[in-house]
């Protein structure tokens, strides 16, 4: 893997990356790192929620070396029993097309582990469809588990 020098800034989500935050929310349910698409609010709810504080969720926006966004990163935090501690899952990474295969994905992630650094485990998933990412997660030390999950949605209380 060809890794480039990229100079990024890392920083937590603001109210000015509404439109960024949405619109690559819906392009991520559109790639091979998910087999299925959102309803439209879903990405608005997630970020009004952020916006107002939630000790649930977080999200760290990754920009270019020109300011603009080009990466996120929306974390659900919750407390695990079977790994004795704070569990953050890496809900979603989306990394801007033009951007990948430049270390942002992995930068991204070494940044949850800093400001994350007391969790007892860090979680995600990837479809097998999502080759690419499987095996940047492979390398930086993530293991497979033997679990099939399953889900049970409901209807959203408005």
Request: glycine letters at 6%; a negative charge.
């Given at each position: 893997?060809?890794?480039f020098?990229?100079?990024?800034?890392?920083r937590?989500?603001e109210?000015?990356?509404?439109?960024?935050?949405?619109d690559?929310?819906?392009a991520?349910?559109?790639?091979?790192a998910?087999?299925?698409?959102i309803?439209?609010?879903?990405a608005?709810?997630?970020?009004?929620?952020?916006?107002?504080?939630?000790p649930?969720?977080?999200c760290?926006?990754?920009?270019?070396?020109?300011?603009?966004?080009?990466?996120?990163?929306?974390?659900?935090?919750t407390?695990?029993?079977?790994?004795?501690?704070?569990?953050v899952?890496l809900?979603?990474?989306?990394v801007?097309?033009?951007?990948?295969?430049?270390?942002?994905?992995s930068?991204i992630i070494?940044a949850?582990h800093?400001?994350?650094?007391?969790?007892?485990r860090?979680?995600?998933?990837?479809?097998?469809?999502?080759?690419?990412?499987?095996?940047l997660y492979?390398?930086?030390?993530?293991e497979d588990l033997?679990?099939?999950?399953?889900?049970?949605d409901?209807?959203p209380?408005?």
């Open positions: 893997m060809t890794r020098k990229v100079s990024m800034h890392i937590s989500i109210a000015a990356d509404r439109d960024f935050f949405i690559r929310c819906h991520f349910y559109k790639t091979p998910c087999n299925h698409e309803p439209c609010q879903n608005e709810r997630t970020f009004e929620l952020l916006m107002h504080g939630t649930y969720a977080d760290l926006i990754a920009e270019d070396e020109d300011g603009t966004p080009c990466a996120y990163c929306l974390l659900a935090l407390w695990s029993n079977e790994a004795g501690g704070l569990c899952w809900e979603e990474l989306m801007d097309d033009e951007q990948r295969g430049k270390g942002i994905g930068r070494a949850v800093e400001k994350y650094n007391t969790a007892a860090y979680r995600l998933e990837v479809t097998p469809e999502n080759v690419r990412a499987a095996a492979h390398v930086l030390g993530f033997p679990y099939n999950q399953l889900i049970l409901t209807p209380l408005d």
